[in-house]
């Protein structure tokens, strides 16, 4: 019986330097980076997503980046299969497949091969939620999925809509895993609170100083809709709103440090229900320090 074959994946919570670590990997053992986040899937969604850019990739091939166009429907279904297929060219050319990112559903659906449901859109039911508050749908879908709405971003109107879709269509949002068919090495990187929020901020900053608005406000000229940029969460749906005047700049950043520190805890959250992840508190010898220890496992 052949062994399954091996692959790394770097998570954690946002701003803790996943990208430039999966970077540093695949340099030393011979990789190719498969991005696990749900949004930078999107094409021009570069700065509010906090994409790589060419120069920090390295030469590194990415994979998952930029798929489709902002106002197309990606979900994590889709994303298993294209995933999973990349996965399987790149080991067919005896090269290290590294999973980066910190969307843990998409991690998940990946690694341990689970079987995603096919519930089509419906429009009548859509129709009827998206009247009701945020409130509401989060203790609709509490009612109906308690371990789905413990990771949920509360304030992700389309998300909560989805869920509560596929829960009232199934009954539940199943999980049911089929045998996995890699052997994972997980790797997860984390800050203190304080140091965290730091880095949450200065990222933010300097997106901001780098043009983010900006790009907003491109994505909304070339056919994207402020209704579908709000859906798209944090950075988006808070550049939307300023740039309909809805909030000040001071707002907006106000907003964003205690949204996307909010972002973080539930990123946690999901990964503390993997217990094979070996978490590291980054300082300035971490990398060295996790190449060490994957030598004798890679």
Same mark, same amino acid.
């Given at each position: 019986m052949l062994s399954k074959p091996k692959i790394l994946v770097v998570l954690g919570p946002t701003s803790t330097g996943k990208s430039d670590l999966a970077v540093a990997l695949a340099l030393k053992y011979n990789g190719e980076i498969i991005s696990a986040d749900s949004r930078q899937v999107y094409k021009g969604m570069d700065l509010g997503t906090g994409k790589i850019t060419k120069k920090e990739m390295c030469s590194v091939p990415h994979h998952l980046l930029d798929v489709v166009k902002p106002n197309s429907i990606f979900n994590v279904?889709?994303?298993k299969i294209k995933a999973q297929k990349i996965i399987t060219d790149i080991l067919k050319r005896n090269k290290l497949p590294i999973i980066c990112g910190g969307t843990g559903f998409y991690i998940d659906a990946v690694v341990n091969n689970i079987t995603l449901p096919d519930v089509l859109p419906n429009p009548e039911l859509r129709k009827k939620l998206e009247k009701k508050t945020l409130e509401q749908l989060f203790s609709m879908l509490n009612k109906l999925d308690p371990e789905r709405a413990k990771n949920i971003d509360r304030k992700n109107k389309v998300r909560l809509i989805r869920a509560i879709e596929i829960a009232k269509s199934l009954g539940y949002v199943p999980k049911v895993q089929n045998t996995p068919i890699y052997r994972p090495l997980f790797i997860g990187l984390d800050l203190l609170d304080l140091e965290l929020k730091r880095r949450i901020n200065a990222r933010l900053q300097k997106r901001l100083d780098d043009g983010m608005l900006a790009e907003v406000a491109r994505l909304h000229k070339q056919g994207v809709s402020y209704r579908r940029l709000e859906k798209f969460g944090l950075e988006y749906r808070n550049c939307a709103l300023l740039l $309909? %005047?809805?909030?000040?700049?001071?707002?907006?950043? $106000? %907003?964003?440090?205690a949204e996307i520190f909010q972002y973080a805890k539930r990123q946690r959250t999901w990964f503390k229900k993997n217990k094979k992840i070996k978490w590291y508190m980054v300082n300035s010898k971490t990398t060295q320090k996790i190449i060490q220890d994957l030598r004798k496992l890679i």
């Open positions: 279904a889709k994303y $309909q %005047n809805k909030i000040t700049k001071e707002k907006l950043i $106000q %907003n964003l440090q």
